[in-house]
């Protein structure tokens, strides 16, 4: 490692310790001398100068919390001596010249997709079976256990493999210690299975507990979040199962549908379970649909396509202090590259970008968009506080013990996903991304309901940052998972894809990371590369109700 410490903007009061550092130690960082008075776990802070009780503490350039107790210099910031504070944001039309970079090298790149009728293109080929109820949830795993296997979708059975012999070993009369400590085999006995539509990437079954109940505008919202998903890019067409009773109506998706493609041609087969009557003439009837779907989304296949066809979500999780050093920051530079080429980008989570508002809001490209964005933020923070829970309690306890004491240090890094770019438009949960650039989705910070939201809102790739490791995936959408240090990424590689660890120790810059990648995105965009969560069938879906959720 090149450098221990680091400085994230000039005018910080706090450094970063890039390694554990021990009490008396003195590191130098740009021609500085910094003396530490106490352990300083890595990925925390410690302070520049005294920091006496009532201090801002200034973190990527912006307030991130106040000061509750005397901080020596050289000391450790915790819970206990630092609390939340950011600072307050006014609407306006600020918006300043944006430097674009380089984007010259990936102007006549392309990524082979699959094409829609309606100009979009998918990174992958889906088919979906949907309930609009609860109610169908099980009918749905009928179907899923009738279709995947016979179709080769099935997954290896290396867990099942390895049970088998524990059992196997019980059966024959071991004992605790042989069940616990004996070697089992390995998965070399799963076979792929040969699929029958080779140009259909899998059907997805996106069972959900919403539909009924609750409220008119959650049927609503939902409505709308299986509009995306069924418009999606990446999506051949859908079956859908109704009982035929719920708040959540078939008009209602048909109008949401419409709302998002006006002109859709995907095949859509949606049956009513109470019209059908007998749940045998419903499941055969919905086999017999889908197989006949499958095999027209069996004609589409991949063919080059420009860059701008992208549009990449941008999601973190399982965050840590490098977070908004290394990972963050390095997606942010691809997403300005990515804009310079005409694509879209969608930044969310909006409980974390607690602080860096005033930010956002200046790069806004009009008034109508600031204005948009400051409401949506005020309400949903102001739903927050009355819910006793409010912005301040979003970092979750692996966030804090690995160095993101207070929401806006958290959200100050996790800004950094969005770059530089101008904010092209501001959208509502669950509404279409339909321009270019950067576009900012109301969702909460929860990283499986906000992922899901971003592909509903059209994302074909998410990048998807973490310091702690997480396996999270989506049904129809590659996730990217990119680790923010070299430690996570050697424990955890089987779910991570990319590491970022790199830029803090010094052997990469930011810059060189993004286009890299942003190499990968068009890799995995094509099908040449599998990711993590695809290859081990992560198909997190988790629709947001609209109550408060961090």
Same mark, same amino acid.
């Given at each position: 490692?090149?450098?221990?410490?680091?400085?994230?903007?000039?005018?910080?009061?706090?450094?970063?310790?890039?390694?554990?550092?021990?009490? /008396?130690?003195?590191?130098?960082?740009? *021609?500085?001398?910094?003396?530490?008075?106490?352990?300083?776990?890595?990925?925390?802070?410690?302070?520049?100068?005294?920091?006496?009780?009532?201090?801002?503490?200034?973190?990527? /350039?912006?307030?991130?919390?106040?000061?509750?107790?005397?901080?020596?210099?050289?000391?450790?910031?915790?819970?206990?001596?630092?609390?939340?504070?950011?600072?307050?944001?006014?609407? $306006?039309?600020?918006?300043?010249?944006?430097?674009?970079?380089?984007?010259?090298?990936? &102007?006549?790149?392309?990524?082979?997709?699959?094409?829609?009728?309606? *100009?979009?293109?998918?990174?992958?080929?889906?088919?979906?079976?949907?309930?609009?109820?609860?109610?169908?949830?099980?009918?749905?795993?009928?179907?899923?256990?009738?279709?995947?296997?016979?179709?080769?979708?099935?997954?290896?059975?290396?867990?099942?493999?390895?049970?088998?012999?524990?059992?196997?070993?019980?059966?024959? $009369?071991?004992?605790?210690?042989?069940?616990?400590?004996?070697?089992?085999?390995?998965?070399?006995?799963?076979?792929?299975?040969?699929?029958?539509?080779?140009?259909?990437?899998?059907?997805?079954?996106?069972?959900?507990?919403?539909?009924?109940?609750?409220?008119?505008?959650?049927?609503?919202?939902?409505?709308?979040?299986?509009?995306?998903?069924?418009?999606?890019?990446?999506?051949?067409?859908?079956?859908?199962?109704?009982?035929?009773?719920?708040?959540?109506?078939?008009?209602?998706?048909?109008?949401?549908?419409?709302?998002?493609?006006?002109?859709?041609?995907?095949?859509?087969?949606?049956?009513?379970?109470?019209?059908?009557?007998?749940?045998?003439?419903?499941?055969?009837?919905?086999?017999?649909?889908?197989?006949?779907?499958?095999?027209?989304?069996?004609?589409?296949?991949?063919?080059?396509?420009?860059?701008?066809?992208?549009?990449?979500?941008?999601?973190?999780?399982?965050?840590?202090?490098?977070?908004?050093?290394?990972?963050?920051?390095?997606?942010?530079?691809?997403?300005?590259?990515?804009?310079?080429?005409?694509?879209?980008?969608?930044?969310? &989570?909006?409980?974390?970008?607690?602080?860096?508002?005033?930010?956002?809001?200046?790069?806004?490209?009009?008034?109508?968009?600031?204005?948009?964005?400051?409401?949506?933020?005020?309400?949903?923070?102001?739903?927050?506080?009355?819910?006793?829970?409010?912005?301040?309690?979003?970092?979750?306890?692996?966030?804090?013990?690995?160095?993101?004491?207070?929401?806006?240090?958290?959200?100050?890094?996790?800004?950094?996903?969005?770059?530089?770019?101008?904010?092209?438009?501001?959208?509502?949960?669950?509404?279409?991304?339909?321009?270019?650039?950067?576009?900012?989705?109301?969702?909460?910070?929860?990283?499986?309901?906000?992922?899901?939201?971003?592909?509903?809102?059209?994302?074909?790739?998410?990048?998807?940052?973490? /310091?702690?490791?997480?396996?999270?995936?989506?049904?129809?959408?590659?996730?990217?998972?990119?680790?923010?240090?070299?430690?996570?990424?050697?424990?955890?590689?089987?779910?991570?894809?990319?590491?970022?660890?790199?830029?803090?120790? *010094?052997?990469?810059?930011? &810059?060189?990371? *993004?286009?890299?990648?942003?190499?990968?995105?068009?890799?995995?965009?094509?099908?040449?590369?599998?990711?993590?969560?695809?290859?081990?069938?992560?198909?997190?879906?988790?629709?947001?109700?609209?109550?408060?959720?961090?």
């Amino acid at each position: 490692m090149k450098q221990r410490i680091t400085k994230v903007h000039p005018k910080d009061n706090v450094m970063v310790a890039l390694t554990d550092l021990q009490a /008396g130690e003195e590191l130098t960082y740009k *021609g500085e001398t910094y003396k530490t008075i106490e352990f300083i776990p890595g990925k925390h802070k410690f302070a520049i100068n005294d920091l006496p009780t009532g201090t801002e503490i200034i973190m990527y /350039g912006v307030l991130v919390g106040i000061t509750q107790s005397d901080i020596p210099a050289g000391g450790l910031l915790t819970i206990t001596n630092v609390k939340h504070a950011a600072s307050g944001f006014l609407t $306006g039309n600020k918006h300043a010249h944006w430097d674009k970079p380089d984007a010259t090298k990936w &102007e006549s790149a392309t990524f082979n997709g699959y094409h829609r009728e309606n *100009g979009d293109v998918g990174t992958a080929n889906y088919w979906l079976v949907i309930p609009m109820v609860f109610c169908e949830n099980r009918n749905i795993e009928v179907l899923q256990e009738a279709l995947v296997k016979p179709l080769g979708y099935g997954r290896k059975k290396t867990y099942e493999i390895k049970a088998q012999q524990l059992i196997d070993k019980i059966a024959s $009369g071991s004992g605790v210690d042989e069940v616990l400590f004996t070697e089992i085999g390995s998965d070399d006995a799963s076979a792929h299975q040969h699929k029958l539509f080779p140009n259909v990437d899998g059907i997805k079954f996106l069972t959900h507990t919403g539909g009924c109940g609750g409220t008119r505008q959650d049927s609503t919202t939902l409505c709308g979040l299986l509009a995306g998903y069924i418009t999606h890019s990446n999506v051949a067409g859908a079956t859908i199962l109704s009982l035929g009773c719920q708040n959540a109506e078939v008009k209602t998706l048909q109008e949401q549908i419409a709302k998002r493609d006006p002109n859709f041609k995907k095949p859509l087969y949606i049956l009513d379970q109470q019209k059908v009557g007998l749940e045998t003439d419903l499941i055969e009837l919905a086999i017999r649909q889908t197989l006949a779907g499958l095999i027209q989304a069996n004609e589409n296949t991949r063919k080059p396509a420009p860059l701008n066809k992208l549009v990449i979500g941008l999601e973190c999780g399982g965050s840590d202090g490098f977070s908004g050093i290394s990972a963050n920051p390095a997606i942010g530079y691809t997403s300005d590259l990515l804009v310079s080429l005409g694509g879209a980008v969608i930044l969310a &989570e909006f409980p974390e970008l607690c602080g860096v508002e005033q930010n956002l809001i200046d790069r806004c490209v009009d008034k109508d968009k600031a204005e948009r964005f400051s409401s949506l933020v005020r309400s949903y923070s102001q739903r927050a506080d009355e819910a006793g829970s409010g912005f301040y309690m979003n970092p979750s306890p692996g966030n804090i013990k690995d160095g993101l004491i207070t929401d806006a240090i958290k959200s100050a890094g996790a800004a950094k996903k969005g770059g530089t770019s101008p904010v092209t438009d501001v959208l509502d949960y669950p509404e279409k991304v339909t321009k270019p650039g950067l576009n900012l989705l109301c969702t909460p910070g929860n990283d499986v309901e906000s992922t899901t939201a971003e592909v509903g809102s059209g994302a074909n790739v998410v990048l998807f940052t973490t /310091g702690l490791g997480t396996p999270t995936g989506n049904p129809i959408t590659p996730v990217i998972k990119i680790a923010t240090n070299t430690s996570l990424y050697k424990r955890m590689n089987d779910i991570i894809d990319i590491n970022t660890g790199t830029i803090v120790e *010094g052997d990469e810059t930011i &810059e060189q990371a *993004g286009e890299r990648i942003l190499d990968y995105i068009i890799k995995v965009a094509s099908g040449d590369v599998e990711v993590s969560a695809v290859r081990h069938g992560q198909n997190d879906f988790i629709p947001w109700k609209r109550g408060v959720s961090l």
